[in-house]
Structure formats: C-alpha cells, structure tokens
C-alpha cells in the first residue's frame, strides 16, 4: 500500500518527486495562503525525513539571494538536492549539498 507523507501545519497538498536509497522524500508542498478561500497553487520545496515534513527553504540562509525555493526534483544518497527557483528575480535551478 502507498505511504502517505505528512503535511506541514499551513499546507494542504504535497507531490513526492525524488527518493534516495536512505527513504528520504524530496518534492514540493502547496501552502495555503490565508487570504484566499481556493488558494492558487502555491509551491514550495519539502523534504521528507524520519516521519516529518519541513520545507528547504528553512534550511538556508535569509541573506542567500534565493526567495523562493519552489520544488525539489532530485535527491542523491550522498544527500545532494536539486530543484528550481527564485533567485534575485529569475526563475534558477539549485543544488542544496548537505552540511558535513
């Protein structure tokens, strides 16, 4: 039977897009944005590890230049993320590599 991932607290849909030989999840999580009744799509880049949700862009820095980490297509064993994104104001490709 297929497994669900869990949700964030503000989300109400998530896409699984890659999975690693360790379980980890990466893909994208729709965020509901309060001032919408149907809410646009709204995506961003999630990981799933060890039972929970939490989003990529928690995991860098404010002063980066990404604004928004949209989805994570990829995820290697070596724990290497590859997605897409804003950076400045373009529509970027990234590459997350694990601290050591």
Not at 62 to 78: D, Q, V
Request: proline letters at 8%; zero cysteines; glycine letters at 12%.
């Amino acid at each position: 039977a297929p497994l669900a991932l869990p949700l964030t607290r503000d989300s109400y849909r998530g896409r699984a897009k890659s999975v690693n030989d360790f379980g980890v999840v990466v893909g994208e999580l729709n965020i509901l944005l309060r001032q919408y009744q149907n809410p646009p799509p709204n995506p961003h880049a999630a990981i799933w590890k060890d039972g929970e949700a939490n989003l990529l862009e928690k995991q860098i820095g404010r002063n980066s230049g990404w604004g928004s980490l949209w989805t994570a297509r990829t995820i290697n064993n070596a724990g290497v993320i590859g997605g897409r994104g804003v950076f400045d104001v373009n529509s970027r490709g990234f590459l997350l590599l694990p601290n050591p």
